[in-house]
Every structure is written in structure tokens, then in C-alpha cells.
């Protein structure tokens, strides 16, 4: 019998894009759950590029991406779909559409979207943002639907089946463990903090026309700051590209920056953090190799 499956080209091999920066493996991690079909799980402290990764898979693929932002009250049937019953009740005693036409009551949630467009033989990327926001039982929820990329609207009767199954990336910043029956069905990667030569890379994407004495003096300082002890806190890539902006805004001299540390509120959030750098001889640390 002939293969009546919707076929798609294969997809390239993704590298990052010209704005978002990867390492060799990430790259690695997400080609191989692209190959195999799999959710990849994505965890890591925030700010180190986590919801950005979705847009640039999307965007290295040439695929759209929806997404799905997890709260503490997202339930798995969010995610599939809505039966918006006080529509149709409004509509019954004032409107004049055909409430018996019960489908036009049924909004697909993201995953829904997702595997509708499959359906249709288009490949979408989705991102499952920050899924240990809601309760333990959502990845559990969850684990059916994206094992078997179907799912049935109960109201209806219609069955959505993805032929062509997502790329689904779910991302985490590990408040909750998941449940290994989750695990077992993903493919995971822990983004690392960048080290200094990434960061570079990373700060030059987002300041393409810093003075290259800035950049260098402001990444060497925000590393000491990261270096120091007992930060509650330590601030992330986001926050030293917000840095490397105040930097540029307020025209600091970088020969100051081995020195002082302007705008701390920028870097760290705690009040403890920013008395404890208030306290450091920055000069002196400046003198130090780490
Ligand atoms: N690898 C990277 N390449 C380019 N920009 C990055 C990268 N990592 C982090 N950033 C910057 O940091 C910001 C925060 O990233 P985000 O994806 O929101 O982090 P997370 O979801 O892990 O908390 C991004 O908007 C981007 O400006
Ligand atoms: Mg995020």
C-alpha cells in the first residue's frame, strides 16, 4: 500500500542564527531531538537564553513557532483545546449563529495548533515556556499528547492527529524536579553559563557597534562580579547585555570599570548582593588573574 503519510523536506542541520549564539553542544543536542522526533527538554539559570532558543530554532529552520507560556494555573487541556461554553450560552439567547454547530465553540490551545498544522503536513516548532511554573501533575498531563502527537475533542468527536509531528521545546529553570516517566520521553540539555569567550560573542550580537575597549573591560568586571562569593543572585547574559547598554548610554570610560561598579542595580537584585559589592576593592580584584 502506498505511503499516504504527508511527506516534508528534510530538514538543515541548525547551527544557531546570526543573533542568537549556541554552542557546539546545543547544536548537537538539538539536531538529535529533531531527528528523533522527541521533545527536548531545556533547563538552565535564567537569562541564559532558555525562550530565546525556540525563536531560533524557528527562525534557523524557516518554521513558525507558537508558544505555549505555562502559568501556576495551566492545565495539559489548555494546551489542546477550549470549549468556550459561555459563548455559546451568550450566543443561544442573544446571537443568532447555529448553536447547534458546536465546533465553532472549539479554540485549539497551542499544542492543539501545533498538531492541526501537522495534521495538514506543515511542521511547526512550539515552545512549552517554563513548564515547572505549573503543578506536578501538568508534565504527567501532558505525557500521552505528545507521545501520541493525536488527540480526540470530546465535544465533537473530531480526531487531530499530527502526521507531521512538532518540534516541541519545553523549558524549565528547574523549580520542581519533573517526573522521570517525563524525563524518559524527552531529550535533555542543561545550558551552561556562557563561558568568556561565548559571552563575547553573545554581547557583540546584541552590541554590534560597542567600542571593543567597553566590551572587554565590562565583561571582565561583570565575571569578577560573578566570581564573588556568596551572591544570592547571580546576574545572567540578559543582564550583562542591559549592563553593556546602561554602559554605553551613560559613556563610562572603560579604564574605570577595573575600578568601580556603576549601575550594580543593573547586574544584582538583591539588596545583601549589592552591600556585599558595594564592600569589594574592585581595584584590587582587577589586579588579580582568575
Ligand atoms: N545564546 C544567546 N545568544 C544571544 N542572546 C542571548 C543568548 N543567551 C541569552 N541571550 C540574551 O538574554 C536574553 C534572555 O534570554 P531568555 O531566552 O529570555 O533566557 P531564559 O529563558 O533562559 O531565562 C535574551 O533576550 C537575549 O537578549
Ligand atoms: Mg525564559
Same mark, same amino acid.
Given at each position: ?109 497551542? $499544542? ?14 512550539? $515552545? ?132 568601580? $561598579? ?29
Amino acid at each position: 500500500m502506498p505511503d499516504s503519510r504527508p511527506t516534508t523536506p528534510p530538514l538543515p542541520k541548525w547551527r544557531g542564527t546570526p543573533s542568537y549564539i549556541a554552542a557546539d553542544d546545543l547544536c548537537a543536542t538539538v539536531n538529535v531531538a529533531v531527528a528523533l522526533g522527541r521533545p527536548l527538554l531545556v533547563k538552565g539559570e535564567p537569562g541564559t537564553g532558555k525562550t530565546l532558543l525556540a525563536q531560533a530554532i524557528a527562525q534557523g529552520l524557516g518554521l513558525e513557532l507558537l508558544t505555549w507560556h505555562v502559568k501556576s494555573t495551566t492545565r495539559a487541556q489548555d494546551g489542546l483545546y477550549l470549549y468556550d461554553t459561555v459563548a455559546r450560552l451568550n450566543d443561544s439567547r442573544f446571537g443568532d449563529r447555529d448553536v447547534r454547530d458546536v465546533a465553532q465553540y472549539i479554540k485549539l490551545g497551542p $499544542l492543539g495548533q501545533a498538531f492541526e498544522r501537522g495534521q495538514r503536513g506543515e511542521r511547526v516548532v512550539l $515552545l512549552i515556556d517554563e513548564i515547572d511554573k505549573a503543578d506536578l501533575e501538568f508534565p504527567n498531563d501532558l505525557l500521552h499528547e505528545l507521545d501520541a502527537m493525536r488527540f480526540v475533542v470530546a465535544e465533537t468527536g473530531r480526531e487531530i492527529s499530527a502526521a507531521v509531528r512538532p518540534i516541541v521545546l519545553i523549558t524549565s529553570n528547574a523549580e520542581k524536579e519533573l517526573p522521570d516517566a517525563f524525563l524518559r520521553r524527552c531529550v535533555f540539555h542543561y545550558i551552561e553559563f556562557p563561558d568568556e569567550a561565548l559571552l563575547g560573542q553573545i554581547c557583540r550580537v546584541h552590541h554590534p557597534d560597542a567600542d571593543e575597549k567597553l566590551l572587554a573591560a565590562a565583561l571582565r568586571q561583570f565575571l569578577r562580579v560573578r566570581a564573588l562569593p556568596e551572591l544570592r543572585k547571580k546576574p545572567s547574559t540578559s543582564e550583562l547585555i542591559d549592563w553593556v547598554a546602561g554602559l554605553r548610554l551613560a559613556g563610562i570610560d572603560p579604564d574605570k570599570l577595573e575600578s568601580a $561598579l556603576p549601575f550594580a542595580g543593573v547586574l544584582l537584585k538583591q539588596e545583601r548582593d549589592t552591600q556585599r559589592a558595594a564592600k569589594v576593592d574592585f581595584a584590587k580584584l582587577s589586579q588579580r588573574r582568575f
